[in-house]
């Protein structure tokens, strides 16, 4: 089945870790997001990718990194500098930027 | 500052019936706007889109209306079924669905009832 395929569900960190969360995907898309969702918020762009080995920030990239080695991977850490990291974050993928996103089922990440 | 507005939280629909789920905007240069649908533990998925050139684009059972004037956007869905029970986002673009550029709204849960 041709889907991304975010891990793990849930995540739980102690403050000042670093911390990966993985997204995958089997659709040969090009292009691939990151997003934030938050209780009382729109979803919100932290990084995307059109192409392997390029990547530009989002709206809300302070405190993440990312790296896009493989056209079907494109992790996201999450750094001690992210003030607030505890939220929902949803991986997507397109075949150009200007075609519709395919989401994961998220990872809910919970810093102690 | 919300940019787009789903002004209603919730939305309860009988099983048959016409769901209307609206959307409002602020930024008159949004030129292409989008729908997903999430059920619960998935991620968003991919409806419906319309371009500001058109004020109508329908797909089976799903039908956007855009009215640029009054700034507004709705989703209707006929006939409901119990299977469309999900939250709805709506989205906004200024440059032509460049996905770099979506501003989404908070969601609308809509639930389809038996």
């Known amino acids: 089945d041709g889907g991304i395929t975010q891990s793990p569900k849930y995540l739980f960190r102690k403050e000042g870790q670093n911390v990966t969360l993985s997204c995958e995907q089997n659709l040969n898309h090009d292009a691939m997001y990151w997003y934030r969702q938050d209780p009382g918020q729109g979803l919100r762009l932290i990084y995307y990718?059109?192409?392997?080995?390029?990547?530009q920030k989002g709206d809300i990239a302070e405190g993440y990194s990312v790296s896009r080695e493989k056209k079907e991977s494109f992790p996201l850490t999450v750094t001690s500098a992210q003030k607030n990291p505890t939220a929902f974050y949803l991986c997507?993928?397109?075949?150009?930027?200007?075609?519709?996103?395919?989401f994961g089922d998220g990872t809910r990440l919970s810093i102690l | 500052d919300q940019q787009v507005k789903q002004n209603s939280p919730s939305l309860s629909v009988q099983e048959g019936r016409i769901s209307i789920l609206n959307c409002d905007y602020t930024n008159s240069m949004f030129d292409y706007f989008l729908w997903y649908k999430k059920y619960p533990a998935e991620g968003p998925t991919f409806l419906i889109s319309?371009?500001?050139i058109k004020d109508k684009n329908e797909d089976g059972r799903f039908t956007v209306f855009l009215n640029k004037s009054a700034k507004h956007l709705s989703l209707h869905i006929v006939p409901s079924q119990p299977g469309d029970s999900a939250v709805y986002f709506c989205?906004?673009?200024?440059?032509?669905?460049?996905?770099?550029?979506?501003?989404w709204g908070l969601g609308t849960s809509l639930a389809v009832n038996p």
């Open positions: 990718s059109q192409i392997v080995n390029d990547f």
């Open positions: 989205a906004a673009s200024d440059e032509a669905g460049n996905n770099r550029k979506l501003i």
């Open positions: 319309i371009s500001s």
């Open positions: 997507a993928s397109s075949g150009s930027i200007y075609q519709p996103q395919h």
